[in-house]
C-alpha cells in the first residue's frame, strides 16, 4: 500500500507542475497573447475565421454568448445524430454494424454534446469506426472547449471594469481546441501509444484458444480517442470496461497518466482564474478550497477499499473487529491496480466530470461508492470538469462572500465587486438546478412504471438497486458519465429521461452562470475597505470548503441516507438480505 499511495502523491505533484505552466500558458490563449505555438498555429486559427465567416474582433454579450454557444451545441448535435443512425451507410463500418435505435441514438448524442458521455451501450458491438472518430470524438474536443469558453468568460466578467460584452465564444472555443486540447492530445496519444493502447484501423481479430475455440479481439484506433477522452474530461471510451479494458489502460503508469491527464486542464484553470484577475493568490484560495476537498474524498475512498466489506469481518476475543479481505475490497477490481489506484482513479473520475473508469463502481463498498456519488452531487469542484468546476466553484465563491457578508451585516465584494441581491439569486439559482433535476428525475424513476419495463431499471433490489439510480441521475445531470452499471439503462425510458436529464443539466445550469458573469461584468471595481473579506487567503478557502459542503452535499443526505449510508449499517451488522 506504501508504494501505491507513494505513486499517487507523485501524481498529485505533476498535475501541480503541469498546471502551474499550463495555466499561464491559457492566459496568453485567451487574452491574445503571443504563444510559442502562434508561427504554426496562427496561420490555422484566422484561416478558419475566414472560412466560417467569424470576426475575430466581435465581442459579444452574455446573451449573445449564449445564442452562439446554443448554437453550434445544436447543429453537433445534428450531425452527430445522423451519422449515428447512418452508420450502416457510411465508410469506416468493417464490422458492418447497423444503425443506432432512435432512443439510443438521441441518449448518446447528448451524451457527448454535453460532455456526459454517459454510454447505455457497449462500445465494441455497436458504434463504428467512422461513428467513433468522428461522431463522438468531434464532441470530445467540443464539448470540452465550450467548458474552458464558459469558464473564461466568467472570469472576464469578475475581472473587467465597467464592460459589457464577455468576448467572443467562437474565437474562445476555437482557440481552446487549437492551441490547447489538439497539441496535448497529441502528445498524450503518443504516450499511450507507446505502452499499449491500441491505435489501429483493421476488423476485428479472431483469436484460437487453447481449448481449440475462437474469440473475437475487438481492436480500432483507440489510443487518440483515449487522449481526449481523459483529457478532456469526456469519459466515454470505445470499450465497454472503459479504462479497465488493456487496450485502453495497459498498466500501472497508463493509470496515473490518465489522472494527470483528468485533473490538469481543471487546475490549470484555477491558475488561469488567478492570473486573469490580477492576483494569483485569487486563484490559489480556490484551488486550495478544491485540494482540500479532493484530498479528503480520496483518502475516504482509499481507506474504504483497503478496508473491504464491512460484513466481511472476523471478531475477535477482544471484540475488536478485523478484515477478513487483507488486501482490501478487490470485487470489480482489475489486480493490475488493486483497491487503492482504484479509488484514486474513482475519485478523480468523479472530482472531475470526467466519469471514466478503471473498476466497477457498483462493486464498490457502500462508503467507496458514496465518495464518488457526493463528489458528483456538490457540482463536482474538486477541482471540478474541464471549465466546469471552475466556473461552479466561483458560484459557490459568490455564496462564500455572500454569507460571510450576513454575518458580519457588510455588502458582500468579491474582486472588488459588490455582489448584491441579482447576483445572488442568480448564483443560487445555478445551485438549485442540478438539486432540483437530479432529485426530481430519481424520483420519477423510482415511482414510474415504466422504468421497469422491457427489463430496464436496477437489477438490485433494497437500498442498493435506490443507489443505482441516484447514482445515475446524480451522474446524467452532473454531466459525468460513471455508473453503477447494475442499472439497465437501454430502453426507451430510461434512454429519453436520461438524455433529456443531460441536457438541462448542462445547458440550463450555464444560463445563470452566464447571466451573472454579464451582470459582473457591468459593475464598477471599487476599492477594498478595512471590513473586506479577504478572499486570497487560506480562511476563505476554509469558508468556501464549508460552504460547498454544506449547501451542496447536505442537500442530498436525505437520499444518501435511503443508499449507500443504509447499506453500510446493513452489512456492517450483517443485515444482507435486502
Given at each position: 500500500?506504501?508504494?501505491?499511495?507513494?505513486?499517487?502523491?507523485?501524481?498529485?505533484?505533476?498535475?501541480?507542475?503541469?498546471?502551474?505552466?499550463?495555466?499561464?500558458?491559457?492566459?496568453?490563449?485567451?487574452?491574445?497573447?503571443?504563444?510559442?505555438?502562434?508561427?504554426?498555429?496562427?496561420?490555422?486559427?484566422?484561416?478558419?475565421?475566414?472560412?466560417?465567416?467569424?470576426?475575430?474582433?466581435?465581442?459579444?454579450?452574455?446573451?449573445?454568448?449564449?445564442?452562439?454557444?446554443?448554437?453550434?451545441?445544436?447543429?453537433?448535435?445534428?450531425?452527430?445524430?445522423?451519422?449515428?443512425?447512418?452508420?450502416?451507410?457510411?465508410?469506416?463500418?468493417?464490422?458492418?454494424?447497423?444503425?443506432?435505435?432512435?432512443?439510443?441514438a438521441w441518449n448518446t448524442t447528448v451524451s457527448f454534446v454535453t460532455n456526459t458521455n454517459w454510454q447505455n451501450y457497449t462500445g465494441e458491438q455497436t458504434m463504428s469506426y467512422l461513428s467513433q472518430?468522428?461522431?463522438?470524438?468531434?464532441?470530445?474536443?467540443?464539448?470540452?472547449?465550450?467548458?474552458i469558453a464558459l469558464a473564461v468568460a466568467l472570469i472576464r466578467g469578475m475581472s473587467a471594469r465597467k464592460l459589457k460584452t464577455l468576448g467572443n465564444f467562437y474565437v474562445d472555443a476555437t482557440r481552446a481546441i487549437l492551441y490547447i486540447l489538439i497539441p496535448l492530445s497529441v502528445?498524450?496519444?503518443?504516450?499511450?501509444?507507446?505502452?499499449?493502447?491500441?491505435q489501429s484501423l483493421d476488423p476485428y481479430q479472431t483469436a484460437h484458444t487453447i481449448q481449440g475455440s475462437t474469440q473475437t479481439i475487438a481492436v480500432g484506433p483507440f489510443g487518440s480517442q483515449e487522449a481526449i477522452k481523459d483529457l478532456g474530461n469526456n469519459g466515454g471510451g470505445p470499450f465497454n470496461a472503459n479504462s479497465a479494458h488493456p487496450f485502453e489502460n495497459p498498466n500501472g503508469f497508463t493509470n496515473q497518466f490518465e489522472i494527470f491527464l483528468e485533473l490538469l486542464i481543471p487546475f490549470a484553470l484555477v491558475v488561469t482564474f488567478g492570473?486573469?484577475?490580477?492576483?494569483?493568490?485569487?486563484?490559489?484560495?480556490?484551488?486550495?478550497?478544491?485540494?482540500?476537498?479532493?484530498?479528503v474524498a480520496s483518502g475516504i475512498a482509499i481507506g474504504a477499499e483497503q478496508v473491504g466489506n464491512p460484513a466481511l469481518t472476523a471478531v475477535g476475543a477482544d471484540q475488536s473487529r478485523t478484515s477478513t479481505q487483507p488486501g482490501g475490497n478487490m470485487e470489480g477490481k482489475s489486480v493490475r491496480f488493486?483497491?487503492?489506484?482504484?479509488?484514486?482513479?474513482?475519485?478523480?473520475?468523479?472530482?472531475?466530470?470526467?466519469?471514466?473508469?478503471?473498476?466497477?463502481h457498483d462493486s464498490f463498498?457502500?462508503?467507496?461508492?458514496?465518495?464518488?456519488?457526493?463528489?458528483?452531487?456538490?457540482?463536482?469542484?474538486?477541482?471540478?470538469?474541464?471549465g466546469a468546476g471552475l466556473y461552479f466553484m466561483l458560484v459557490f465563491a459568490i455564496l462564500a462572500v455572500f454569507i460571510a457578508g450576513l454575518m458580519v451585516g457588510r455588502t458582500p465584494e468579491y474582486l472588488g465587486k459588490k455582489i448584491e441581491s441579482k447576483e445572488v439569486r442568480l448564483a443560487s439559482l445555478a445551485v438549485l438546478i442540478d438539486v432540483l433535476i437530479i432529485l426530481g428525475f430519481t424520483a420519477i424513476a423510482v415511482l414510474a412504471p415504466a422504468a421497469t419495463a422491457n427489463g430496464g431499471g436496477p437489477l438490485n433490489p433494497g437500498a442498493h438497486g435506490f443507489s443505482e439510480i441516484l447514482y445515475s441521475f446524480s451522474s446524467q445531470v452532473g454531466n459525468n458519465g460513471s455508473a453503477f452499471a447494475g442499472l439497465s439503462g437501454n430502453t426507451v425510458f430510461w434512454n429519453t429521461l436520461g438524455g433529456t436529464a443531460m441536457w438541462l443539466g448542462r445547458f440550463f445550469e450555464v444560463i445563470p452562470i452566464l447571466a451573472l458573469a454579464g451582470a459582473l461584468a457591468g459593475k464598477r471595481v471599487v476599492p477594498a475597505g478595512a471590513g473586506t473579506l479577504g478572499t486570497d487567503r487560506p480562511l476563505f478557502s476554509g469558508l468556501l470548503v464549508g460552504v460547498v459542503l454544506i449547501v451542496g452535499a447536505l442537500t442530498f443526505f436525505p437520499a444518501l441516507s435511503l443508499g449507500p449510508l443504509l447499506e453500510h449499517f446493513q452489512l456492517a451488522a450483517n443485515h444482507l438480505a435486502h
Open positions: 500500500m506504501v508504494v501505491e499511495l507513494i505513486g499517487v502523491a507523485l501524481t498529485f505533484i505533476a498535475v501541480a507542475i503541469g498546471a502551474w505552466y499550463l495555466g499561464g500558458f491559457m492566459v496568453k490563449v485567451f487574452t491574445g497573447g503571443r504563444t510559442f505555438l502562434h508561427p504554426v498555429l496562427r496561420p490555422v486559427e484566422v484561416g478558419f475565421y475566414r472560412l466560417s465567416g467569424i470576426k475575430e474582433d466581435h465581442e459579444q454579450s452574455w446573451i449573445l454568448y449564449t445564442i452562439a454557444m446554443l448554437a453550434v451545441q445544436v447543429v453537433s448535435f445534428i450531425l452527430t445524430y445522423l451519422i449515428l443512425r447512418l452508420q450502416d451507410h457510411l465508410p469506416l463500418n468493417p464490422m458492418a454494424f447497423s444503425g443506432v435505435a432512435p432512443d439510443l472518430m468522428l461522431g463522438l470524438v468531434l464532441h470530445n474536443f467540443l464539448s470540452a472547449a465550450t467548458g502528445i498524450a496519444a503518443f504516450v499511450l501509444i507507446s505502452q499499449g493502447v491500441i492570473k486573469m484577475v490580477g492576483n494569483i493568490k485569487q486563484g490559489l484560495a480556490i484551488g486550495g478550497a478544491m485540494v482540500a476537498i479532493f484530498v488493486g483497491p487503492v489506484y482504484s479509488a484514486n482513479f474513482a475519485a478523480s473520475t468523479t472530482g472531475t466530470s470526467t466519469g471514466s473508469v478503471d473498476s466497477s463498498t457502500p462508503i467507496g461508492g458514496m465518495v464518488a456519488m457526493v463528489l458528483i452531487q456538490i457540482g463536482e469542484v474538486a477541482p471540478g470538469g474541464i
